[in-house]
């Protein structure tokens, strides 16, 4: 395409170094500042910006050369021809992100291909191929040629296994199921293990054969690494892991240390085996929410009668029988019945909550009580269950900075090991007359303490875990971009309504005139508002119900828009009204009622007044009162020496009613643009988090350092933000500070592990403390420490 690519053309760049909105803004004041450019987006979690160009301004060049003046290199990517088809396989063996850019590299350069994606946490690479392309078998074949297997995934099974398919580690498509030490990784170790302790026996039998026993045992153990390497340098990725140990294994079987050679080659294979079992362990997070879905449901006929069908085979509208003991197939809404369901696998709620007709309920939970009938509202890919497999599984190929800074370090990593290490080999004997066997020797053990495994997998094996980890507890986050930015936040910005509250009014208070009960004035009220949809109503009638009170029958009931609802009950003239309307029909309150209406009202109560025939009965106070968990939530915060306000677009008495009752600075009557201005303030002072539900909120949540949408996996609250809590609690916000603190420390702790053990080695292989074999254990030991450390994450809890 060239520079105008015709009029109006929609171009995109990758764009590297985003790692806050700060960025972004740099890039669009950068580039918007342009002639001719409109619909200018940038996005942190894809690295993409895109936008329009007129003809005959400004040129792509031209904005790649802006963003690189502000720190961020972009490249252009080439559009996909309209008939370009999006494929996808399930790769298997991708234990760290070595692998990833292997893929990715031998794949991009096959004609014809774009939108390259390799997760490797979810197996899976995706990309688009042009008609006129490479075939689907050539991309297989470029996957399995850097030591990859790949295979297709149909798009029919893909969505009836929720995108997700069920297999184990291994190095070709006949691992799945197996047990890891049956897998390709694991059949190559029992075979170099052979070859090495065959040498070993034999050269005790001949010992004057030892070298040629122990070289005939490297060559045969090299020939898979050896063919890897060779293919992976063809495939444009010359410095690989495999050309390090290759290098190093060859030198020293020249050198005549024919016996440490096979020993570095069956230790990197062992480390390769171990690698894979503990990437598999990392991957099972998003596994085990798949295997949560049921393969079976029971449709329900017209007539009553039931059919086992597949659960991907159900589609909206259908009914659903779900006996005691079942797992909910489908995202529904009860019809019929009653009873208890588990929804811990989902949400991560530990108590079970009962549900009946009206009520929803997400696929993957457990019925524990009576049966159900249900009609289904989202099935297969569209269940809350699959949207949250599915967005886990894009957030572990999400990248945060510090990994991004991991991976453009190592990059550079490996071809200059190689140089520091020909630099070992050649001063010494050339300046200072140092024998060249010797530091030949240390060359070679320098290439092998220079492998970068153990760094790289470092950051994102913490992440991918502590992603996992949280999606257990219903703490759902979109990539380790976000998961960084809300450990590091100085406030929490919470909107009020839905979010500190439940959402709902509820009566908190019943005031009678003398005289009159309490249970006598709420039957009253609720008889009148039996018919009525409207919030306030709906909150009478529930309180009702509460305390077990029977309805009397209503007649003539009619609304005054705005004021009131009145009916007739048992010969008498009810109203249910504001205090204004009360006054107006000449209900008026007794001194002391008076005197409580103004003392709620101060509280930021609603106050309706119950009259009998223009006299007053009593008052009833409503308030969408706080979540019961805020105040301890808002207190968690600020143990974690976090900030917290509250924005809100209510009326500053409510405001500050709801804000004193949890301890929590007030910014009340506020527009979605006052919001924005409220966090455009708090974000000089630091990061902030804004909390809201998703939907009237998502302009605030954007514009914050990182989003959280309340909800029970609603499309919005899960689509909307940088993470979601799925158990609608506000203590929510204070675990995801405390998950990622702790995955940011298990980081630390990782990246010191690799390079503290990568110094000391260095130091010992070049002053001859160590040699080869210790160096490839060294390696090996690192990448299992640092892999190891990463899955107690799995286990982590939140602190109290």
């Given amino acids: 395409m060239d520079g105008g690519s015709g009029a109006g053309a929609k171009l995109e760049w990758r764009v590297e170094g985003m790692d806050c909105p ?54 252009r990517l080439a559009p996909p021809p309209p008939s370009a088809e999006l494929l996808e396989w399930r790769v298997e063996g991708m234990d760290c992100p070595t692998c990833v850019a292997k893929i990715e590299t031998a794949v991009a350069r096959l004609p014809g291909v774009s939108d390259v994606s390799v997760n490797m946490a979810a197996e899976r690479l995706r990309l688009r191929l042009a008609p006129d392309g490479a075939t689907p078998e050539e991309v297989e074949r470029a996957a399995a040629a850097v030591g990859h297997a790949a295979r297709r995934i149909e798009p029919a099974a893909h969505a009836a296994s929720g995108g997700q398919e069920h297999g184990h580690d291994g190095d070709d498509p006949s691992d799945a199921g197996r047990s890891w030490w ?31 026993l122990y070289l005939a045992a490297t060559l045969a153990a090299l020939v898979p690494f050896g063919r890897r390497a060779l293919a992976l340098a063809r495939a444009g990725s010359p410095f690989s892991i495999e050309t390090l140990m290759v290098t190093a294994a060859l030198g020293a079987a020249v050198i005549g240390a024919a016996e440490e050679a096979a020993l570095v080659v069956l230790l990197f294979a062992v480390g390769e085996l171990l690698e894979g079992i503990a990437a598999g362990r990392a991957r099972a997070g998003i596994r085990a929410l798949v295997a949560l879905m049921p393969r079976t449901a029971l449709r329900r006929h017209v007539d009553g009668t039931t059919e086992e069908v597949p659960a991907e085979r ?48 997400v696929a993957g939970s457990v019925n524990a009580e009576g049966a159900l009938v249900l009609r289904v509202t989202a099935a297969g890919e569209g269940s809350t269950l699959a949207r949250i497999a599915r967005l886990v599984e894009e957030a572990t190929a999400t990248r945060g900075r510090t990994q991004r800074f991991i991976e453009r370090f190592s990059a550079w990593w490996t071809p200059g090991a190689m140089a520091v290490s020909a630099l ?27 492998c970068p495994c153990a760094l790289v997998i470092s950051v994102p094996a913490a992440m991918a875990s502590g992603l996992s980890a949280g999606a257990r507890r219903g703490l759902l ?29 509820r009566v908190t208070d019943v005031l009678t005139a003398e005289g009159v009960a309490e ?21 009478v009638l529930a309180e009702a119900a509460a305390r077990g009170i029977a309805l009397p029958p209503a007649r003539a009931a009619a609304a005054i828009p705005g004021k009131a609802v009145a009916a007739s009950v048992k010969g008498r003239r009810i109203g249910v009204g504001s205090p204004a309307w009360a006054a107006e029909g000449g209900a008026a309150l007794p001194p002391a009622l008076d005197a409580a209406r103004a003392r709620l009202e101060a509280e930021g109560k609603t106050v309706a007044v119950v009259t009998a025939d223009r006299a007053a009965l009593g008052l009833l106070a409503l308030r969408d009162e706080p979540r019961t968990d805020a105040a301890e ?121 690799a390079v503290g053990l990568k110094l000391v080695f260095l130091v010992t292989t070049v002053t001859g403390v160590t040699g080869l074999w210790p160096a490839i254990l060294a390696d090996t030991g690192a990448t299992v420490l640092v892999t190891l450390n990463a899955l107690r994450l799995l286990a982590w809890r939140p602190g109290r």
């Avoid at 200018?40 to 792509?60: F, N």
């Avoid at 995202?331 to 709620?349: K, R, Y």
């Avoid at 004035?521 to 508002?529: H, K």
């Fill in 477 to 505: 986050v979109k990539g380790g971009a976000a998961l960084e930015a809300i450990g590091h936040a100085r406030t929490v910005a919470f909107d009020k309504t839905g979010t500190l509250t439940a959402g709902r009014p």
């Fill in 314 to 361: 159900l589609a909206v509208g259908d009914l659903v029988l779900v006996r005691p003991g079942d797992r909910v197939p489908a995202d529904g809404v009860v019809m019929e019945g009653q009873s208890a369901l588990d929804e811990s696998p989902v949400t991560g709620e530990s108590v079970p909550v009962t549900r009946g007709p009206g009520d929803p309920v």
């Fill in 22 to 75: 700060t960025c972004v803004g740099k890039i669009e004041r950068a580039v918007g500042r342009l002639p001719g450019v409109s619909e200018l987006s940038v996005s942190i979690a894809s690295e993409r910006l895109s936008l329009r160009l007129d003809p005959g301004s400004t040129t792509p060049e031209e904005v790649e050369r802006a963003a690189a003046a502000v720190g961020h290199p972009a490249r």
């Fill in 424 to 450: 070992v080999v050649l001063v010494p004997p050339l300046l200072f007359g140092g024998d060249w066997w010797t530091w030949i020797y240390r060359g070679l053990a320098l290439l092998l303490v220079a």
């Fill in 182 to 212: 049956a897998t390709g990784k694991a059949r190559l170790v029992w075979l170099l293990s052979g070859l090495v302790g065959g040498a070993w026996a034999a050269a005790h039998l001949v010992p004057a054969a030892s070298y040629w």
């Fill in 519 to 539: 249970a006598e004035l709420l039957r009253l009220a609720a008889a009148v508002e039996a018919g009525s949809s409207h919030p306030l109503a709906r909150a």
């Fill in 633 to 753: 939530a808002v207190a968690a915060l600020q143990r974690l020496g976090v900030g917290a306000v509250m924005l809100t677009g209510d009326n500053p008495r409510t405001g500050a009613a709801i804000g004193g009752a949890l301890g929590l600075e007030v910014k009340a009557g506020l527009l979605p643009a006052d919001k924005l201005r409220e966090i455009a303030a708090l974000k000089e002072r630091g990061p902030v988090v804004m909390v809201g539900d998703g939907i009237n909120d998502a302009p605030a949540l954007a514009a914050a350092t990182a989003g959280v949408a309340m909800g029970g996996g609603t499309e919005v609250a899960l689509e909307a933000a940088d993470a979601a809590l799925l158990r609608e609690r506000v203590s929510g916000v204070a675990e995801l500070v405390q998950l990622s603190r702790a995955t940011l420390t298990n980081v630390k702790q990782n990246v010191a592990v």
